[in-house]
């Protein structure tokens, strides 16, 4: 049972680039988030996907697009990247918002140079 | 605007001792509190889900409670090992969503 799976792992963009995040997961879990983790911040919500078919912003969303393709998979894309972008971003899960524990995947570390 | 908090950043205790990690939060309208560890380099791992309509959670050594008028949660860690050490955040769920601490760094010290 892998639960919550992105990829990738690492990344390395330079400013202007772009590139989409993937992120699946097993589970049968309705609700889908994107996380960013910065020192000293702890996690910010990017955007979520209380379920299939919908997507709403969370605390960070510029310069940042999503798509929930399907059930299992939601993918975060970065446009255009900037050195702010650099950080460690976290896909996650849940049955349902508000009342289910939540699901994380190891995390993409990516650097904006 | 919901704000968490975790005091102290970083705590050491030796081997076996009995822990207390706290959280506090400023809006008391949640829907549940969840506690999760972080090791280095991993993503997080869920502990404990309070609903706010409940006082406290228990899973073997770890206990944790839920005072929302007061803000507070506490997390109790009973008979500390060192596979304990890493990072424990705690999260309020309300209207915003999933809103994180920035965590308290635990070592244990065999």
């Known amino acids: 049972n892998a639960g919550v799976t992105q990829t990738p792992k690492f990344q390395v963009l330079k400013t202007g680039q772009s590139m989409t995040l993937q992120c699946a997961q097993d589970m049968n879990h309705n609700s889908m988030y994107w996380y960013r983790q910065d020192p000293g911040m702890g996690l910010r919500l990017i955007y979520y996907?209380?379920?299939?078919?919908?997507?709403d912003k969370g605390e960070v969303p510029n310069g940042y697009n999503v798509s929930r393709l399907n059930k299992r998979e939601f993918s975060l894309r970065l446009e255009s990247a900037a050195p702010s972008q650099t950080s460690v971003y976290f896909c996650a899960s849940s049955e349902w918002t508000g009342r289910s524990p939540l699901h994380f995947g190891n995390g993409t570390r990516l650097t904006v140079t | 605007k919901q704000e968490v908090t975790q005091i102290p950043a970083a705590l050491s205790v030796p081997e076996g001792e009995n822990l207390v990690l706290n959280c506090s939060f400023t809006d008391s309208a949640i829907y549940n509190l969840q506690w999760f560890r972080q090791d280095p380099g991993k993503g997080l791992t869920s502990l404990l889900l309070i609903q706010s309509s409940q006082r406290e959670q228990t899973s073997g050594r770890l206990n944790a409670s839920l005072d929302k008028s007061s803000g507070r949660s506490t997390l109790y860690i009973a008979a500390s090992q060192p596979g304990d050490s890493a990072t424990y955040l705690c999260a309020v769920e309300g209207n915003e969503k999933l809103t994180f601490g920035t965590g308290t760094r635990l070592t244990i010290i065999p």
């Open positions: 996907s209380a379920s299939e078919g919908t997507t």
